[in-house]
């Protein structure tokens, strides 16, 4: 009965924390509107065209990748902890699951899934634009981001 109580303060203590701080934050902090503050911001790229796209797998792939291989190296320090008492069954262990790693790492990279691909816009430009064109385009586009939207391509 006493653990379900000291969680349950622990608990409420914690959410009154959170909310408190919100709050306060909250009260202090100054309202400056501005319209460059409501805009997307993804990576530097000055945003354009709608919102409502659909994202390319890829980058779905590229977060799946990251998951294997933060998995991984979490892996690696339990490995490292045993290594010590079980030298050959945590070497042969360890080498037989950094090999799947690896088969798995060299399928993506031979198929090409680690590569960067561009979107859809950015390529449609570059095969309908000449290099000149495209560079005076992207130097409009740092500008005034509604000029490729505006732009007839």
């Given at each position: 009965?006493?653990?379900?109580?000291?969680?349950?303060?622990?608990?409420?203590?914690?959410?009154?924390?959170?909310?408190?701080n919100?709050?306060?934050?909250?009260?202090?902090?100054p309202?400056?509107?501005?319209?460059?503050?409501?805009?997307?911001?993804?990576?530097?790229?000055?945003?354009?065209?709608?919102?409502?796209?659909?994202?390319?797998?890829?980058?779905?792939?590229?977060?799946?990748?990251?998951?294997?291989?933060?998995?991984?190296?979490?892996?690696?320090?339990?490995?490292?902890?045993?290594?010590?008492?079980?030298?050959?069954?945590?070497?042969?262990?360890?080498?037989?699951?950094?090999?799947?790693?690896?088969?798995?790492?060299?399928?993506?990279?031979?198929?090409?899934?680690?590569?960067?691909?561009?979107?859809?816009v950015?390529?449609?430009?570059?095969?309908?634009?000449?290099?000149?064109?495209?560079?005076?385009?992207?130097?409009?586009?740092?500008?005034?981001?509604?000029?490729?939207?505006?732009?007839?391509?």
């Amino acid at each position: 009965m006493s653990n379900l109580l000291t969680i349950s303060i622990f608990l409420a203590l914690g959410a009154f924390f959170v909310f408190f701080n919100l709050a306060v934050g909250g009260l202090l902090r100054p309202s400056i509107p501005n319209t460059d503050k409501l805009t997307a911001y993804e990576c530097g790229e000055l945003p354009f065209g709608q919102s409502w796209v659909q994202f390319d797998l890829r980058f779905y792939i590229v977060a799946l990748v990251f998951l294997v291989f933060d998995v991984e190296i979490a892996l690696f320090y339990p490995w490292a902890a045993v290594f010590q008492k079980f030298r050959a069954a945590a070497l042969v262990d360890m080498l037989v699951f950094f090999t799947i790693i690896m088969v798995g790492y060299v399928y993506l990279w031979r198929f090409g899934y680690l590569e960067w691909v561009r979107s859809s816009v950015t390529t449609s430009l570059t095969i309908k634009q000449d290099p000149a064109t495209l560079a005076q385009l992207r130097q409009a586009t740092r500008k005034d981001p509604e000029a490729i939207a505006s732009s007839s391509v």
